[in-house]
């Protein structure tokens, strides 16, 4: 920690940005205390008097003070001007690329959902960095030149090579303030952008689902429970490091056996047969006449001849990704959004199925990959 003699050096607007994202995460306000704290969670330890101050001198020009000493952020601000927050300036963007019904933008997917229209997606289908950290530039750099970082590479497991995973459990305090922050923006965002009735299928982390879960309430979406991909992962089950032979009879954490997919919507505008008449939402696509869509799909990792298709980290195979991506439309119409599209397998699997739908890529390795890899995995035939 820096003594009283040394200036922690932060970007201009640290302490302004950090206020404003705090409070709008808390439409209802909060004391100069909750804000304080929210503050030195993100940005690190900042003096209480330079929050108070802040706060007085802009007010009324950004903030609202009640009689009982709460602070708001200005109603007519919150929607639009602390947006640009979230994310900085982002990547604006640069290139596109079309296969047939799918649409592939190089872009941030912040700054994309802000520009387009409202009301004018009818599903987001989408598998996020789930802590952030492990898809910024320096992770992702550790992991493509094999230095792990967050990023552990894992050793082969009975003559198995086995992939990188990505460990949740290093996440900082700060780290997990950032990702609520994140979610509940991009929440926010997403709510703009889909219709009445829209589905939002979020692949998460048992570990992180519940902090995605709240932010994504918070921004306002409803919240309609779980999807379980059954799969067997390489995450967990591992006995002490150090002490393995100690204490063979133990593991430190279960073995991963599932993958939670959050549900969420857009609320209703009307009863669910109004929404599905006036917007084509506001349930999921049966399978077939005699079977509901589930919540529990059985499931495996990727294929190996669909990871030398498209090699991500967190690449998702077509058999699941085509049924989900086929229940999110209750009546196969309209358009599906991935925001984070990775390697293209949303778009894939909205094309194998016969699907308009629109993915963003920021990262322009993986822009570049999925281009390639969105007609094959298209073609792929896959066991259901």
């Known amino acids: 920690m820096a003594d009283g003699n040394q200036k922690l050096e932060r970007p201009r607007g640290a302490v302004r940005d950090s206020i404003i994202r705090a409070l709008s995460l808390r439409p209802e306000g909060a004391a100069v205390s909750e804000i304080a704290k929210a503050v030195n969670e993100s940005i690190g330890p900042t003096p209480y008097s330079s929050i108070r101050s802040y706060l007085n001198l802009n007010t009324p020009k950004y903030f609202i003070r009640s009689q009982r000493g709460i602070y708001q952020l200005r109603e007519d601000l919150f929607d639009e001007t602390t947006l640009q927050f979230s994310r900085g300036t982002g990547v604006p963007e640069r290139d596109s690329f079309r296969h047939g019904s799918a649409t592939l933008v190089l872009a941030d997917c912040f700054d994309w959902l802000r520009s387009r229209n409202e ?14 950290i492990e898809y910024s530039d ?39 303030v950032a990702l609520e922050e994140f979610f509940a923006q991009w929440g926010k965002l997403v709510m703009r952008a889909i219709v009445p009735g829209a589905n939002v299928l979020v692949a998460s982390n048992p570990l992180l689902s519940h902090l995605i879960s709240y932010a994504l309430a918070k921004a306002g979406l409803e919240r309609r429970g779980e999807i379980a991909r059954l799969v067997m992962t390489m995450r967990g089950g591992d006995r002490p490091k150090a002490a393995h032979e100690i204490f063979p ?37 049966r399978p077939s006449a005699e079977r509901p869509f589930g919540d529990v799909i059985q499931s495996a990792p990727a294929r190996p001849n669909e990871r030398r298709l498209a090699p991500h980290p967190s690449l998702k195979p077509q058999d699941f990704m085509r049924k989900i991506v086929r229940a999110s439309l209750p009546l196969g119409e309209g358009i599906v959004c991935d925001p984070f599209a990775g390697s293209g397998a949303t778009l894939a699997a909205s094309e194998a199925v016969g699907y308009q739908s629109i993915g963003i890529e920021r990262d322009d390795r993986y822009f570049n990959l999925a281009q390639k890899a969105i007609p094959k995995l298209a073609d792929l035939k896959v066991s259901s």
């Open 138 to 176: 320096s992770e992702q750099e550790k992991l493509r030149t094999g230095k792990g970082g967050v990023w552990r590479v894992p050793p082969s497991y009975d003559g198995s090579k086995r992939s990188p995973l990505p460990r949740f459990t290093v996440l900082t305090p700060r780290d997990v």
């Open 249 to 285: 009879d133990v593991s430190v954490m279960p073995r991963s056996m599932w993958e939670p997919w959050l549900v969420f919507r857009r609320p209703l505008e009307g009863r669910v047969q109004d929404n599905l008449r006036n917007w084509k939402t506001g349930g999921f696509r």
């Open 119 to 132: 009301a004018s997606l009818h599903a987001i289908v989408t598998d996020p960095p789930y802590g952030l």
